[in-house]
């Protein structure tokens, strides 16, 4: 029983077929992420260096890059200046939704929006404007004296039909320029 030479019939040969090819892989295989390793250094590195002549390190930048995000801002209110009136508060913090009657506020002027809060009373509406009330922050988002909240909502209320009288100032404080003039 002779035995034929075995041969590989299934016709599928390796792309290496001699001992140079193989060399010449194995070499090519640690050469190139090698040289690819060393180009990507070389390319991170080299990106944006101060050139000798920048001022990146000036008094000037760098007090720019240290500056403080925010800054605390200290009102300085007169004592002689007393409270502010009624229609200055309305004016300053109020208008901005009571004029165009924004998320449901009562339109300045408006008796019809006004009707029913009117019965409420005076130190109720007062209590809603200096705690805020549904979408209204507390005293409209200002910074004011609740004697001056107050008289802003005697001017407001007033306008919209209601009868109340300014309140009396606080003792020590001066009466606002619009007390006297009250309806």
């Known amino acids: 029983m002779s035995q ?14 001699t ?5 010449t892989a194995v070499v090519l295989a640690f050469l190139v992420p090698v040289v690819i390793i060393v180009l990507l250094v070389t390319y991170v590195t080299t990106g944006s260096k101060q050139a000798a002549g920048s ?9 720019e ?7 605390v ?3 300085m209110v007169s004592a002689n200046a007393g409270p502010r009136s009624g229609e200055d508060v ?6 901005a939704c009571h004029n165009a009657g924004m998320l449901g506020a009562p339109k300045f002027g408006e008796a019809g929006d006004w009707t029913a809060r009117l019965g409420k009373g005076l130190n109720t509406l007062v209590d809603h404007a200096l705690k805020g009330f549904n979408a209204m922050p507390p005293q409209g988002g200002g910074d004011f004296s609740d004697h001056e909240i107050s008289l802003a909502v005697v001017h407001l209320v007033n306008a919209g039909g209601g009868k109340f009288d300014a309140p009396k100032a606080p003792e020590g404080a001066a009466a606002p320029a619009d007390a006297a003039s009250a309806p």
């Open 4 to 17: 034929a030479p075995q041969s590989n019939e299934s016709g599928h040969e390796g792309p290496i077929s």
């Open 19 to 23: 001992p140079q090819q193989l060399i």
């Open 55 to 63: 001022d990146a390190l000036s008094p000037q930048a760098v007090a």
């Open 65 to 71: 890059r240290i500056m403080p995000v925010g800054q």
């Open 73 to 75: 801002d200290l009102k």
């Open 90 to 95: 309305y004016k300053a913090q109020c208008a």
